[in-house]
């Protein structure tokens, strides 16, 4: 139960920073698309080789 506690206080704490980033121009579109093509390619690497665009919106 204590597990489960701390876990929603976290994400709680994430989602507020998320918002309070947000707000104050820390977090752009811009941003969220080059961390999101990031994130494929890490966990997409063996299309990335066999030539795959990963760009988004590109």
Known sequence: MRYRIGSFILLIYVLVGIYVAWVHDYLTP???????????????????????????GR
């Open 30 to 56: 811009a941003i969220l698309r080059s961390i999101a093509e990031a994130l494929l390619a890490v966990f997409l690497w063996f299309l990335v080789l066999l030539g795959v665009d990963l760009h988004l």
